[in-house]
Structures are given as structure tokens and as C-alpha cells.
């Protein structure tokens, strides 16, 4: 029973989730900002001929890092995310992503 439960939440679950796109490359730089706790603000750099929104690049930017064995994503709260993005511009709104990671090297 609880088998068949777990089954069924997952199933909704993977319903809900935002489908990452495929074959996306995400590049990344370290700014020279601080995010505490030996982390790093970096800047995803996407595709500027193709906007996307937050949480499109937050997934996209997630799933590079998982990826990535020399770099971790950190917890940051969405609206920490949203405003660290927003301070890179209106002009980069929709192609660029800050976010926080640590790194090694």
C-alpha cells in the first residue's frame, strides 16, 4: 500500500515539474561578489536570441551544476536569486541568472 502511494505521489509529482530543456549549454563565471559561507555569486550566461524566465533558468542552471563535479548549487531563497539577477541589468533580465555556488579551484 504504501508502495503503490509513494508511486502515485511521485507520478504526480514528476507532473508538476518544469521539464528541463535538452541540449541548453549553460556557461557560468564566478563575480567577485561574495554569498557567505565560502560561496560565490555566479552569472549563468544563456542564449540572449532566446529569453527565458526565472524559473526556466533556475532549472537550466541547477541542472548544469549537477553536472559539474568541481561546482555545488547552494540554497538561496527565489527572491535572493530574483534580485542578485535583476542587479545585472534590464537589459540581461531574461538571458542571464546570479546565483550562488561553491567551487573548487
Sequence with gaps: ????????????LSACAMPVEQGVQV???????TAGNGARWHL??????????????????RDAIRD???CRWIGAPRDEIAA???AQ?????ETVLAAPLI???
Design 103 to 105: 567551487c573548487k579551484g
Design 89 to 93: 541589468g534590464a537589459r540581461y533580465t
Design 44 to 61: 549563468f550566461l544563456f542564449d540572449p536570441s532566446r529569453p527565458r524566465d526565472l524559473d526556466a533558468r533556475i532549472a537550466l542552471a
Design 1 to 12: 500500500m504504501i508502495r503503490k502511494t509513494a508511486l502515485a505521489a511521485l507520478a504526480l
Design 68 to 70: 559539474d563535479p568541481a
Design 27 to 33: 556557461r557560468h563565471v564566478a563575480s567577485t561578489e
Design 84 to 86: 542578485q539577477t535583476k
